[in-house]
């Protein structure tokens, strides 16, 4: 952990407390976990205080991990264009309840992303504008890059993939 | 008191101006555009499922497919951020040796993009002249890879094969004959008082807008930001060699076309550079795990043959982990966020794709003009389809 994130992580728990349930640096950035609740707050403070500065949202993008008692995730990679400086912020919603505040009020490049993830993972963004499928037709009923969903049509006959690890 | 009334206009899914499939539908004004509803995802192809399901090595043909005018900066890029979760260290010469593959990918898009400009504005010359350039580096490419347009470039690790002496030959004459077309080119466009006016001023965007909106490349430059991936964050030893980044004032369409036109420029400097510096050694990291054995040591020793069934059936494993890795491509940052579970396949593979994010700002950027510089925008902005749907 460099010294400019082991301060951004000291400053956050701080400031949030138990709010924030994890602090990770074992991957390339700084990874913080928040619980859903604080999400938005976090994110604000991230880009709007002077120090730290992370005036650009990256991506933003949901993940699934089908096991855990939460198993929806949103992902949001913020940049501090002028320490050259990264951090990933994660959050993990429910299956019954996939609600998460939006961002599009601090950064305009989050809508579309926005609309992304709750097209491929039905993850759903409150107080969005305009949140409909965006890549996929919108009379679609399932979301397609939930891990529950094959690939491929599972009744095919006519291929074995057995002998191929799949 | 007269009633207004908007025209509704519709402009695409196909449509000759578009250079893509996507819809606009927008509400006229007489000539002055009042609001524009986008509709994308007719090219959807689900990459990102596909990538869930499929090896490491046989992801690398679908970012061919994000955008398809530069695909070797999507292969190699996809290759660089697989090697930084396995933490594998390259050969200097890999390095070189992509460095030149991404420059050349980045002239042959920013040419394509700006001689666009030119057609949309009436130049339809300088299109076909600089096309024949284009070619050049196409078979470039076919000589390193074997393919031109979806070229599938390298390997996790480096390449299968050496720069050949044809390659070799094919660059140095590239480099000798670019400077004097793109010169020729300049002279056309860059001074021309039509191309001025239909331009200067048309699509314009403020550097915090542009912040705001994600935008990065040439488009986040020509606003006046001087952001670059490969200075910012340098990979595949981009730090070593010098080069300017340029940056524009206005966020114009000009604007857009002058920091293009100057980055190839630039890029011609790199390989020339790249080129001359190239270090003897191996053209692949030593990772048995992603790089095929000689075809004579599959037929006559054991661990090759053991290797290269694993990796043709993609039985790789690659440690668990994630990572986000981003290149310059040639619309802006590209970038991979990958995660790991520890299988044969990524648990999750995100790509950020530089125009799925700043195309939102197309409505905002053509608001009050008309159509005919709505147009112009959007060709100046650079949106690949292909990478727009993923």
Request: net charge negative; aromatic share 12%.
């Amino acid at each position: 952990m460099t010294p400019e994130e082991n301060n951004i992580a000291s400053k956050i728990t701080r400031r949030f407390g138990a709010g924030i349930l994890k602090t990770d640096t074992s991957s390339d950035m700084l990874t913080v976990t928040a619980e859903k609740g604080i999400i938005h707050e976090v994110i604000r403070v991230l880009k709007e205080d002077k120090e730290m500065n992370f005036s650009f949202l990256t991506t933003l993008c949901g993940i699934h991990y089908p096991d855990e008692p939460l198993p929806l995730g949103v992902v949001y990679h913020l940049h501090n264009l002028e320490e050259k400086l990264r951090v990933r912020i994660k959050t993990f919603l429910t299956a019954d309840f996939p609600h998460v505040p939006t961002v599009t009020d601090l950064f305009s490049a989050a809508n579309w992303m926005e609309r992304e993830t709750f097209d491929f993972y039905g993850i759903i963004f409150d107080g969005h504008s305009n949140l409909k499928r965006i890549l996929n037709v919108e009379y679609l009923d399932y979301f397609p890059l939930r891990k529950e969903y094959p690939l491929e049509d599972p009744t095919r006959e006519d291929k074995d993939d057995r002998y191929f690890g799949r | 008191m007269e009633e207004q009334q908007h025209t509704t206009l519709n402009l695409g899914p196909t449509h000759p101006a578009t250079h893509g499939i996507f819809q606009n539908v927008l509400t006229i004004d007489g000539e002055e555009i009042v609001d524009t509803e986008q509709t994308i995802g007719y090219i959807h192809r689900a990459f990102e499922k596909i990538a869930e399901n499929r090896p490491y090595y046989q992801v690398t043909p679908l970012t061919d497919r994000l955008n398809y005018c530069s695909a070797p900066i999507n292969n190699l890029g996809y290759h660089m951020a697989v090697e930084k979760l396995i933490g594998i260290n390259i050969p200097k010469r890999v390095d070189y040796m992509r460095i030149i593959l991404m420059e050349l990918a980045r002239i042959t898009d920013h040419l394509i993009c700006n001689s666009v400009i030119g057609v949309d504005s009436g130049a339809l010359t300088g299109f076909v002249y600089v096309f024949q350039e284009r070619e050049r580096v196409y078979e470039i490419y076919e000589e390193v890879s074997g393919a031109r347009l979806t070229t599938n470039m390298g390997r996790i690790g480096g390449f299968e094969r050496d720069f050949s002496p044809a390659a070799i030959r094919k660059i140095h004459e590239f480099l000798n004959n670019l400077p004097k077309v793109l010169r020729e080119f300049e002279k056309l466009l860059m001074r021309n008082r039509i191309f001025m006016d239909r331009t200067i001023g048309v699509g314009k965007i403020s550097p915090a807008r542009a912040l705001n909106y994600g935008f990065t490349g040439p488009n986040l430059r020509a606003a006046g930001v001087d952001y670059d991936v490969r200075v910012q964050h340098p990979y595949s030893g981009y730090d070593d060699f010098e080069f300017q980044v340029p940056v524009g004032s206005n966020g114009d369409t000009y604007d857009r076309f002058c920091v293009r036109q100057e980055e190839v420029w630039q890029s011609l400097k790199l390989i020339r550079n790249a080129l001359d510096n190239l270090p003897e050694g191996a053209f692949h990291a030593d990772t048995p795990g992603f790089y095929l054995p000689p075809k004579e040591a599959v037929y006559g020793n054991m661990e090759a043959m053991i290797w290269h069934f694993k990796i043709v059936m993609g039985e790789v494993q690659v440690p668990a982990g994630e990572i986000y890795h981003s290149v310059e491509a040639a619309n802006g940052e590209l970038g991979f966020y990958l995660v790991s579970d520890g299988g044969r396949t990524p648990y999750r593979l995100h790509f950020r794709r530089p125009c799925f994010i700043y195309y939102q700002a197309f409505p905002e950027m053509i608001r009050g003009g008309v159509l005919s510089d709505a147009i112009l925008t959007m060709s100046s902005m650079n949106v690949i389809a292909g990478e727009l749907d993923a």
